[in-house]
């Protein structure tokens, strides 16, 4: 975590904007309250249990990127409290969010539970890149991906659920790491002249 002299959490510009709109008391209980260095029994459940993730990346001049993750449940690997691990599947080929990591290892995993309880859980430490990750495991049983993205746990916490929309999920088979274009959409922002 990044902490101040004070050991609070959290930047100078949070610092900075909490004096300002008058927030630190509840940023103060925010953070003694809800932001743990380590997952809990009930967060390790809670990431056991989903099919999809938003990784943030930047990059070393702090170009972000933020992209879904999506897998079979059971596809991210608790590996203990402070580690993480999902098989990277195959995608376009354009390597955006490993190749920030390659650049800057800070990462956000933030896992949101949309169908029962709205709530959210960000994730945040320093991301690896491997080819292997012992005790990690690809649920999809076939051999898609060509590395193993790791993360060291510096920080978690809920998001809340107030804003959070409860949506609905239909059967959920896609054809992983196909290149079809069918599949993937993938002229679907072409311009149309």
């Known amino acids: 975590m990044r902490d101040d002299a004070?050991?609070?959490?959290?930047?100078d510009g949070e610092r900075d904007l909490q004096e300002r709109f008058g927030t630190k008391a509840r940023a103060l209980a925010f953070y003694d309250?809800?932001?743990?260095?380590?997952l809990n029994d009930v967060m390790t459940a809670f990431v056991r249990e989903r099919i999809m993730f938003f990784l943030s990346t930047a990059d070393s001049e702090g170009n972000t990127d933020c992209s879904p993750r999506i897998g079979p449940r059971g596809f991210v690997t608790v590996l203990d409290d402070r580690h993480l691990a999902y098989p990277e599947f195959r995608g376009n080929g354009v390597q955006a969010s490993l190749g920030n990591i390659h650049e800057n290892p800070h990462a956000t995993?933030?896992?949101?539970?949309?169908?029962?309880?709205t709530v959210g859980l960000h994730v945040n430490g320093e991301a690896t890149l491997h080819d292997e990750v012992d005790g990690a495991h690809d649920p999809t049983d076939v051999n898609r991906t060509k590395t193993w993205v790791e993360l060291e746990i510096e920080e978690a916490y809920i998001h809340c659920a107030k804003h959070v929309p409860r949506l609905s999920i239909e059967e959920f088979d896609p054809p992983w790491g196909t290149d079809d274009p069918s599949a993937k959409r993938t002229g679907f922002f072409a311009d149309i002249d």
């Open 6 to 11: 004070d050991g609070r959490p959290g930047s």
């Open 33 to 38: 309250g809800s932001v743990h260095d380590r």
């Open 109 to 117: 995993f933030l896992f949101v539970d949309w169908w029962d309880t």
